[in-house]
């Protein structure tokens, strides 16, 4: 594994490089990618490099697109607001990864549909495609290297140590997969592309093999909508063929290997039947914070107890050093009612700006999907990096692309993508 990890070391600084100076400001899209592949590594040589990099990045997009802070003022309030609450912080050193998550979460929202308006829908789906396939590819080959050099780093994931292994990846980037997913087989179904529809197929399985709840389910459903976006008269046919495809793989796949034995092993291990689902953790933060805010009044409920601090922090630390996983408890306890109510409005005015366009029937389909992920997501706990917040904005703001297109009869052209109305 060492000399695989050299590889990416060596390839992540070099192939951002090459982004920026091919793609300009276009290659924010495959900022999800370049981070992705860092975090998979066990230990990098150039962790300050990295910091630098991913830092100089934004500093990028935000001097070439200045026009973006008219975009969405709560997004711009609330990155503001963190850097306040921040100057009580006792160790700068130890949250500089939370801070730059952070900032390109709250950024990336006015900052990718300032990027993504300049450029025609044909191209920014092909980029954004490019993007996610290379996601999955890295997860899939990352998952075939770790499982044949027997590679169960200690402290990673659930903590399996046969069958297959996912490497070094943490759970937080997880959230990824299911966006990568719908994009990868959006790209194979409109395209009839075997690639992309083969490269779906296997990562399917693995996502499956990770018994990671939230993102199987949320795998399932981007496939859903896919295939109920197939359901009228003229892509009829397509449905029942792209849908016998998938049931026939995916019986093939469960009858002749050992899928269904490891599946279940796994799930013993991680003693899934016996676990009652209103105990877990996650459902319990929010009465703690009730209790912390309005019983014990243990910090403001205003402004809360500052950002990146929650690990061992509420609940009279009844679990640890665990932080807080769902949105709701998240912001409350980092910047208080204040800073809930500016992400709220900073999120809902993303959506709104998005609804408010002229959206086609495949452009519908993508913003209900999304708009489920984000509620389910915002629920049950939203990873804090920039991964997937980066992934998912660049898939919301698609319809902010530059339009570029012809009329014929009932349909539009647009640089050969033929889009019922």
Aim: aromatic share 20%; with cysteine.
């Amino acid at each position: 594994m060492k000399l695989y990890f050299q590889l990416i070391d060596f390839l992540i600084p070099l192939f951002a490089i090459y982004l920026v100076f091919r793609k300009g400001s276009l290659s924010i899209v495959y900022v999800p990618f370049l981070y992705f592949a860092m975090v998979s590594m066990e230990k990098s040589n150039f962790v300050a490099l990295y910091n630098v990099l991913f830092v100089g990045l934004l500093f990028y997009y935000v001097i070439f697109n200045l026009p973006f802070v008219k975009r969405n003022i709560f997004s711009i309030i609330l990155f503001f607001y963190y850097f306040v609450l921040l100057a009580d912080t006792p160790d700068f050193k130890e949250i500089k990864n939370d801070i730059i998550n952070t900032a390109w979460i709250f950024l990336c929202i006015p900052l990718i549909p300032e990027v993504l308006k300049n450029y025609s829908r044909e191209e920014l789906f092909e980029e954004l495609s490019q993007s996610a396939f290379l996601i999955m590819a890295l997860y899939v080959f990352n998952a075939l290297i770790s499982t044949a050099l027997g590679y169960y780093p200690e402290g990673r994931g659930y903590g399996f140590t046969s069958g297959i292994s996912f490497g070094n990846l943490a759970l937080n980037i997880y959230n990824v997969l299911p966006l990568a997913i719908y994009i990868i087989l959006r790209k194979g179904f409109r395209d009839k592309n075997i690639w992309y529809l083969a490269l779906y197929l296997v990562s399917i399985f693995l996502v499956f093999l990770t018994l990671r709840r939230t993102i199987m389910v949320m795998s399932v459903v981007a496939t859903l909508f896919l295939m109920f976006e197939l359901l009228n008269f003229k892509q009829l046919k397509e449905f029942i063929l792209y849908g016998f495809i998938i049931s026939v793989v995916g019986t093939v796949v469960v009858l002749n290997t050992g899928f269904v034995d490891e599946i279940t092993k796994r799930a013993k291990e991680r003693n899934l039947e016996d676990r009652d689902l209103e105990g877990e953790a996650r459902y319990l933060e929010y009465g703690l914070i009730y209790k912390d805010l309005f019983v014990y009044y243990e910090y403001s409920p205003w402004f809360g107890y500052g950002p990146f601090e929650s690990g061992g922090n509420y609940g009279k630390g009844i679990f640890g050093e665990r932080v807080l996983h769902t949105e709701f408890a998240h912001y409350v306890h980092a910047s208080g009612f204040l800073g809930l109510t500016l992400y709220i409005l900073m999120v809902s005015l993303a959506f709104l700006s998005i609804w408010r366009k002229k959206l086609t029937r495949e452009d519908k389909f993508q913003f209900f999907f999304l708009l489920f992920y984000f509620s389910a997501h915002f629920l049950l706990g939203w990873s804090r990096n920039l991964i997937p917040a980066v992934m998912f904005f660049s898939i919301l703001n698609l319809p902010m692309a530059r339009i570029n297109s012809r009329s014929i009869g009932n349909t539009k052209v647009s640089k050969g993508v033929l889009v019922f109305k």
